[in-house]
C-alpha cells in the first residue's frame, strides 16, 4: 500500500465525530490562511491530529471533560492503558496525540506530519508557525 492508502485508510480508521472535527481544522486553516496556504503536511496533520483517539462512546468524551474540567490529575489517576474500557478511554483521551503520531509513523507518514500530531496537544513552539496554527484550528474547531 501507498501512504497516501495508509494515510487514507488512517482517517477512515476514525469515528466519524472525529472525522467531521478533523475536516472542520482543516477547513479553519484554510479559511484563515490569506495568501500563505497550509503546507500538504500540515493539511494532512490536520486530517489525521485525532487518530490515536481510536473508539470512544459519547460517555467517554463527556466524562473526559468534565473531569479535566473538574481536576487534570484525577484523568491522570483514573485513566489508565489496561483495565476497564472506560479507563482506557480517558487514558487514551488524554495521550492520543502521541499514540496518533506513533501509529502515523508505523504507517510510514511524513517525520513533520508525525511531529505536528505529536505535539498538538501541548502549548505552541515559538518559531513553529505551524504548530501554533494546527494548535488553533484544533482549540477554534
Known amino acids: 500500500r501507498t501512504k497516501t492508502e495508509r494515510g487514507r485508510e488512517s482517517f477512515f480508521a ?3 465525530r472525529d472525522r467531521r472535527h478533523s ?3 482543516l477547513r479553519w ?4 490562511a490569506g495568501s500563505e496556504q497550509p503546507s500538504e503536511e500540515l493539511r494532512k496533520a490536520a486530517l489525521l491530529h485525532d ?3 481510536g473508539r470512544l462512546w459519547v460517555w467517554d468524551r463527556v466524562a473526559f471533560v468534565l473531569l479535566e474540567a473538574a481536576s487534570p490529575r484525577l484523568v491522570d489517576v483514573l485513566g489508565s492503558p489496561r483495565g476497564p474500557r472506560w479507563r482506557q478511554a480517558l ?3 488524554r495521550h492520543h496525540a502521541e499514540l496518533g503520531a506513533r501509529i502515523l509513523a508505523e504507517a510510514g507518514a511524513d517525520a513533520r506530519v508525525v511531529a505536528l500530531v505529536a505535539a ?3 502549548e505552541p513552539v515559538p518559531g513553529d508557525a505551524e504548530l501554533v496554527r ?3 484550528a ?3 474547531s
Do not use: Q, S
Request: proline residues 4%.
Open 134 to 136: 494546527l494548535i488553533e
Open 138 to 140: 484544533d482549540r477554534a
Open 29 to 32: 486553516l484554510d479559511v484563515t
Open 14 to 16: 476514525m469515528e466519524p
Open 51 to 53: 487518530t490515536g483517539k
Open 23 to 25: 475536516c472542520d481544522v
Open 120 to 122: 498538538h496537544t501541548g
Open 91 to 93: 487514558w487514551r483521551l
